[in-house]
């Protein structure tokens, strides 16, 4: 038992951590017209100045503001955000996002609604959420870990991966 037992402690050790890490940009509590302005390193952010409110767990049909969500992550949610339209407001970046068609648009909204799915059935430091100014279909965040991918790369494991890796493991650790 001792020799299986650490044979998967030292695999599971060595999985490589997933999405890209970016520089901890602190985590003070600011007022909105600080964080509302501020340039964070990361879209969405990974870390920051932030309120002091933080946004709750579970799946959001509206934007939630940065300095929420980083509080959010603060305390080791995982942020899930989406961007499915291809209307002519985002024109420009739809060439990074795939083809810009009402048929990508509706294969992103399918992947929404599992995504939708899986943060119901276990929304613990779960937020599934809107984002318009994102420049990739999804983007999953943690405190300082992001990871941006289109619909044709999105997949439940590649989602399950960050979340099983990275959920509760903000620098403060709370009990909601």
């Not at 949610?77 to 002519?88: H, K, N």
């Not at 999953?140 to 890796?165: G, P, Q, Y």
Request: proline fraction near 6%.
């Amino acid at each position: 038992v001792f020799v299986w037992g650490t044979i998967w402690f030292i695999k599971e050790a060595s999985k490589p951590i997933p999405g890209k890490e970016m520089s901890n940009q602190g985590r003070d509590h600011v007022p909105e017209k600080t964080w509302g302005t501020y340039k964070y390193n990361s879209n969405p952010p990974t870390s920051g100045p932030h309120d002091v409110v933080w946004t709750k767990a579970g799946v959001y049909n509206q934007p939630q503001g940065d300095g929420h969500l980083v509080h959010s992550l603060e305390h080791g949610y995982v942020i899930i955000s989406y961007r499915c339209d291809s209307s002519s407001k985002f024109k420009v970046q739809s060439s990074k996002l795939g083809t810009g068609s009402a048929k990508n648009d509706k294969e992103c909204l399918n992947f929404v609604n599992k995504l939708k799915e899986r943060v119901e059935k276990d929304a613990q430091k779960l937020i599934l959420v809107p984002r318009p100014t994102l420049d990739a279909n999804f983007a999953l965040t943690a405190w300082t870990r992001i990871d941006k991918f289109k619909t044709e790369e999105a997949s439940m494991e590649r989602v399950n991966n960050f979340i099983d890796s990275l959920r509760n493991h903000g620098p403060e650790q709370t009990m909601e």
